[in-house]
């Protein structure tokens, strides 16, 4: 995978804007333009394309662990000069603030079985005896299941956060059934619904349905207790 097709994932999966694009890089202490960005979420066919360097991504992710767990008091992080495949998926962890269990049991909903081991391997460092790359296979596969759980659709809706939701609010957007249930697969029927994130399509069976109003009533008819 190269890090322009990375930053085209993350963006789809979480729908930044340009806005909150800058916005993440800005808060890992760099400075880019829309234009900037346009170019690097292009087609590599594109004319305007402009490759991705390492350090850029690496800003890039580590203001996406800003975006999702706060931004920690002090300097940003110096980026990596060079990106590996194993720091990408640590960098991700992070944000996601996602535990083995939960990493293996995500590749599980997108047919991709890894061990505890295997996994654990990755984030050793490089000189570690137990120390194992990370392939590409297994990184697509990681933002695949990433996808499957946090996707936010383009509504152009604000969904308001409940009072049963509060890590929503504090932006921890993990989904609630990721620690629940390790290894069973989910199907689309039982999938619980995506957490509250700006801009995310809210669950059907949680829109209020005006009974005064004639463009529902043809769909759903309020029953009410007596």
Known sequence: MNNNDILRRLRYTFNFNDKTMVAIFASAGEDVTREQISQWLKKDSDSDFVALFDTKLAVFLNGFINEKRGKKPGAPPVPEKRLSNNIILTKLKIALNLQAEEIIAMLEEVDFRIS???????????????YRECKDQVLRNLLQAIDKNYHVERTGKIVPPTTSSP?????????????KDYGKKKTNKDAPASPWV?????????????????????????KLSK
Do not use: C, W
């Open 198 to 222: 700006e801009g995310a399509r809210p669950n059907a069976s949680n829109v209020y349905v005006n009974p005064n109003s004639s463009s529902t009533a043809k769909r759903q008819k309020l």
């Open 167 to 179: 890590k929503s609010i504090a932006g921890n957007t993990k989904p609630s059934h990721i620690k």
């Open 116 to 130: 505890k081991p295997e996994l654990s391997a990755f984030s050793r460092k490089t000189d570690h005896k137990h």
